[in-house]
């Protein structure tokens, strides 16, 4: 197929496409006379599997290892355990950040009773040097 059949069918731009092949993430396809790149059925899986990956905010480095390690299919799935405990641990890190970050919020929003800009508590707290 070629690069736009293949962008629909994944719902990934062509120009992602591209970037991810000049990175070394998807295997850069054949060429055909005409200059067209054409993909394989195995390119699609893996371009599903990329975009499933990055759903998942998965660094691209560590795309490119699950990449890599299906290439041994006997290899110990201990480097997928690590990349994915890792994942999940920086996820529980911005779940704690976002819920200090609402916190922080709702305080400023609930502390201003003013009706007038020039008493706004809120904008007196951000401007504050302490």
Known sequence: MKIGELA???QVSAKTIRYY???????SPTREANGYRYYRLS????????????????????????????HNP?????????IIAE?????????????????????????CSSKQIQDCFIL???KSTE
């Open 8 to 10: 629909k069918a994944t």
């Open 21 to 27: 092949e000049s990175i070394g993430l998807l295997i």
């Open 43 to 70: 390119d699609l899986e893996t371009l599903i599997f990329i975009k499933r990956c990055r759903e998942l905010n998965i660094p691209i480095k560590d795309i490119k290892q699950l990449v890599m390690v299906q």
């Open 74 to 82: 006997q290899a110990s799935c201990s480097t997928v355990d690590t």
């Open 87 to 111: 994942q999940l641990a920086r996820v529980r890190q911005m779940q704690q950040d976002l819920n200090q970050l609402e916190q922080t919020l709702s305080s400023l929003f609930t502390s």
């Open 124 to 126: 007196q707290t951000l």
